[in-house]
């Protein structure tokens, strides 16, 4: 009874111990985000970036010898710091600051499809969906999968026919020996990335991506409260990262890096040279590789794929909407170590079971099927430059694309916003862009899609010509004194 | 240039002092860690559960009055409060602590699947999949949408003319008219409870799940990085949870309740009174409820639905896997407020884009199909009514299910321990069970599912019934004194 009594004061004592020391943390962090945000106010009157990942790594590098020096284990250290960072950011961030909501293919693609249901026809270039189609024989395979009732819960991972198959496909296609157990069989790309990042990255953990960049390397990150940090490219530099770049924005937080090659909007490609210097600069600081591959059979020039390197981290992400038109079949895989392929194979058994099977078994079709991703990676090369020819008519700078299927056209117009331009072509006249602001901080970009026929992109381009054209001319009554 | 200096220097004393500030906050932090270590051993001393929620929700209230004292503001503050909550956890659980990996049905349905592999014949009931299949009406329509080629992009929310066929479901069904907009078709169930959590949970938020419970439900929250809070009941208490238990739970960190009727595993179901009892809880604290109704043609007596209550926070999730026999399928649907429906439907655009069409239209084809869920739902009664036969006869507690696909027997043997019995069974008899531990904190419960066939059913049952009985009985050779 007395025992009790004195354990339960002590626990009172210790609690009240506790309130008292939360008490203070919170005094000083509300200290500290008055201090961040005067450094906010500072930062924009210098006109400085707010993220500033060097003077996060001197702090970062000074707390984890105080903390060492008061046993606080390296883990809750960087958890707290990367808490603390977080806060900093939304302090310093004023309302204005805040990213208001930015203009996206996705809202092009919406209010197009409003236009239409209200009856008016719209020429689609911001999609990324080519109008391709499955081969015949694909459709039937599903068709013939569906009356037979291939409709049970089957394995996370896959079929073992169908990863049987694909790494049949890796060595016939790379030269790469992997195992079925290297594999999962993924409902679409998207969720490819979000299943490897998700089996990668914890709250706080940094997640490079090179920019202009699908958006959705960066979603996947927010979404699991982990941090994008953008590698900035340029045209100048023909839209291709600097290994230097790279080297520079890893800090002890940085988990895992995202390519995509060749390129969604740019049309870049990563040759063998460049994919293997990225790869030395990860291999040393032991960072992931995702190499997003799913546009590899619409490239002009030769694709080098990741697993070709043999970087034991790396993860390579491939889908069948773009080589076989299997766009809305929502099927692809991820190959990679057998761990992570493990812990994204758990993500996607608790989020969704399996891929439907006879889904799968339409998959397995696609890939004896060498000859459609062919025919497809021609027509998409014509298009482009179909694309390339109206551009050169046009007051714009471009890099002319080395792969994928689009193009990443710069107006060469002061003060232009391409969303204003993108909002404005579909208002007026009915032709669906993708702004460049989608991909990043490219406000004077576009992303023209070769996703829709030959003639239906001569008619878009055209009037982004007459529109553009129109852009340059001093409006009427106007005189140049 | 004079300025710009002073500038400079004035963020170089700025950062010096957030750093000082940030090392304060580490040094006390290590205190605080080191005091909850403190803690965590008295506790285990004097035999108390770690976790405390009422020690938590004082300690909140204290720290709220302080924060507002230094002008933090209070999203800022909860932030701060959750994330030291949690590192106080981390360190008063020692590793024994931690929860070591339980086996789970899904452990069970992978070894059975190993033995199967090799040869081996094994009954399931440990398996949440009917054997029934889908009606042949869906599996035509499927095939010939697959012939149709109906594999493009859609929208995200599903198809209009399938959301509109949902509205008129709902409508017949409960009495309800809901809006088009307020239905997000998704890719099975599993993938309704992520994004529904996904649109409302952030790090640090409670979700309050009814224990034993799907294992899912915990599982989203945390991979949201939100706390899931589990409410035990008992069979005792017929498996329901009493409505001061719902009150006692809440803290100022609840913002969803998942409610599972019928049961998955218990087989219980709330009634009209209670469910209006539970959603007058939450509508006072202004808490999400998600109802998980997925069992619901599988009810032996009448279903209420979270949608007749009214109440404008609540989420219904309903699938085709049940009903209709679609589990390979992975369709179902969520309908509940617009602002809800729609973030739900923009986790599931970044990471799915949207449900094969072709499959959406097999689900059409579905809800034209009002007899085969009834069919299904007696066969799944009378099944159950053979397994309740079978245990009757055994050394067993349970309560005899008002619905859904599993009886949860608790086995009378003192110090049994389930996940061992389902080990054994499984390799010696070949029949997979899944342990209660895969539920909750429920080590003498066993789930047994109906899915399979009436003579597997009562072969399985045998099977047990000579297993449990062997364990009642002492080891040859020894004599009870």
């Given at each position: 009874m007395i025992?009790v009594?004195?354990?339960?004061?002590?626990?009172?004592?210790?609690?009240?111990?506790v309130?008292?020391i939360?008490?203070k943390?919170?005094e000083?962090?509300?200290?500290r985000?008055?201090?961040s945000?005067?450094?906010?106010q500072?930062?924009r009157?210098?006109?400085v970036?707010?993220?500033?990942?060097?003077?996060?790594?001197?702090?970062?590098?000074?707390?984890?010898?105080v903390a060492?020096r008061h046993?606080?284990?390296?883990?809750?250290?960087?958890r707290?710091?990367?808490?603390?960072?977080?806060?900093?950011?939304r302090?310093?961030?004023?309302?204005?600051?805040?990213e208001g909501p930015?203009?996206?293919h996705m809202?092009?693609?919406?209010?197009a499809?409003q236009l239409?249901?209200?009856?008016q026809?719209?020429?689609?270039?911001?999609?990324?969906?080519?109008d391709?189609?499955?081969?015949?024989?694909?459709h039937?395979?599903?068709s013939?999968a569906?009356i037979?009732?291939y409709?049970?819960y089957?394995?996370a991972?896959g079929?073992p026919?169908?990863r049987?198959r694909?790494?049949?496909?890796?060595?016939?296609?790379?030269?790469?020996?992997?195992?079925?157990?290297e594999?999962?069989?993924?409902?679409?790309g998207r969720?490819?990335?979000?299943?490897?990042?998700?089996?990668l990255?914890?709250?706080g953990?940094?997640?490079?991506v090179?920019?202009?960049?699908?958006?959705?390397y960066?979603?996947?990150?927010?979404?699991?409260h982990a941090?994008?940090?953008?590698i900035?490219?340029?045209?100048e530099?023909?839209?291709?990262?600097r290994v230097?770049?790279?080297?520079?924005?890893?800090s002890s937080?940085?988990?895992?890096?995202?390519?995509?090659?060749?390129?969604?909007?740019?049309?870049?490609?990563i040759?063998?040279?460049?994919m293997e210097?990225?790869?030395?600069?990860?291999?040393?600081?032991?960072?992931?590789?995702?190499s997003?591959e799913?546009?590899?059979?619409y490239c002009?020039t030769?694709?080098?794929?990741?697993?070709?390197?043999?970087?034991?981290?790396?993860?390579?992400l491939?889908?069948?909407?773009?080589?076989?038109?299997?766009?809305?079949?929502?099927?692809?895989?991820?190959?990679?170590?057998?761990?992570?392929?493990?812990?994204?194979?758990?993500?996607?058994a608790?989020?969704m079971?399996?891929?439907?099977?006879?889904i799968?078994?339409?998959?397995?079709?696609?890939?004896e099927?060498n000859?459609?991703?062919?025919?497809?990676g021609?027509v998409?090369?014509?298009?482009?430059?179909?694309?390339?020819?109206?551009?050169?008519?046009?007051?714009?700078?471009y890099m002319?694309?080395?792969?994928?299927?689009?193009?990443?056209?710069?107006?060469?117009?002061?003060?232009?916003?391409t969303a204003?331009?993108?909002?404005?072509?579909l208002?007026k006249?009915r032709?669906?862009?993708a702004?460049?602001?989608a991909?990043?901080?490219?406000?004077?970009?576009?992303?023209?899609?070769a996703?829709?026929?030959?003639e239906e992109?001569?008619e878009?381009?055209?009037?982004l010509?007459?529109?553009?054209d129109?852009?340059?001319r001093?409006?009427?009554?106007?005189?140049?004194f």
């Amino acid at each position: 009874m007395i025992n009790v009594r004195a354990d339960e004061q002590e626990l009172r004592i210790l609690r009240e111990e506790v309130a008292q020391i939360t008490e203070k943390i919170i005094e000083l962090l509300a200290l500290r985000n008055e201090r961040s945000r005067a450094i906010g106010q500072l930062k924009r009157r210098m006109n400085v970036a707010l993220l500033d990942l060097n003077a996060e790594k001197d702090l970062r590098e000074r707390i984890a010898r105080v903390a060492q020096r008061h046993g606080l284990d390296p883990e809750s250290t960087q958890r707290t710091l990367t808490f603390l960072f977080q806060e900093s950011l939304r302090q310093q961030s004023s309302i204005e600051d805040r990213e208001g909501p930015r203009i996206t293919h996705m809202d092009i693609f919406r209010k197009a499809k409003q236009l239409e249901s209200s009856g008016q026809k719209v020429i689609h270039l911001e999609v990324g969906e080519p109008d391709f189609g499955a081969p015949l024989e694909v459709h039937r395979t599903l068709s013939e999968a569906a009356i037979s009732g291939y409709a049970k819960y089957g394995e996370a991972k896959g079929l073992p026919e169908l990863r049987e198959r694909i790494i049949e496909y890796l060595d016939e296609r790379f030269g790469v020996r992997r195992s079925p157990q290297e594999v999962l069989v993924v409902p679409g790309g998207r969720f490819g990335v979000y299943a490897a990042a998700a089996a990668l990255l914890s709250p706080g953990d940094e997640q490079l991506v090179i920019d202009p960049s699908w958006p959705l390397y960066k979603q996947a990150a927010q979404l699991l409260h982990a941090r994008p940090i953008a590698i900035k490219t340029t045209l100048e530099d023909s839209w291709l990262p600097r290994v230097e770049d790279v080297e520079n924005s890893l800090s002890s937080a940085t988990r895992l890096l995202v390519l995509n090659s060749p390129n969604n909007p740019t049309g870049a490609v990563i040759d063998r040279r460049l994919m293997e210097e990225i790869v030395e600069v990860c291999r040393k600081r032991s960072i992931y590789v995702l190499s997003d591959e799913v546009y590899m059979d619409y490239c002009f020039t030769e694709h080098y794929s990741v697993l070709e390197t043999g970087y034991e981290k790396s993860l390579m992400l491939m889908s069948f909407s773009k080589s076989w038109g299997m766009t809305g079949y929502r099927v692809g895989f991820l190959v990679g170590e057998r761990a992570m392929i493990d812990r994204a194979a758990s993500v996607q058994a608790m989020l969704m079971t399996c891929v439907p099977e006879f889904i799968q078994r339409a998959a397995f079709k696609a890939l004896e099927d060498n000859e459609t991703p062919k025919v497809y990676g021609r027509v998409m090369k014509e298009r482009i430059s179909e694309i390339c020819k109206w551009l050169d008519s046009m007051p714009v700078s471009y890099m002319r694309p080395r792969g994928g299927m689009y193009v990443f056209p710069k107006i060469d117009v002061k003060g232009i916003d391409t969303a204003e331009i993108a909002l404005k072509l579909l208002e007026k006249d009915r032709v669906a862009i993708a702004p460049g602001t989608a991909f990043g901080d490219y406000k004077d970009h576009l992303r023209i899609s070769a996703g829709t026929s030959s003639e239906e992109i001569a008619e878009g381009l055209r009037r982004l010509k007459t529109y553009v054209d129109s852009y340059r001319r001093p409006p009427l009554g106007v005189k140049d004194f």
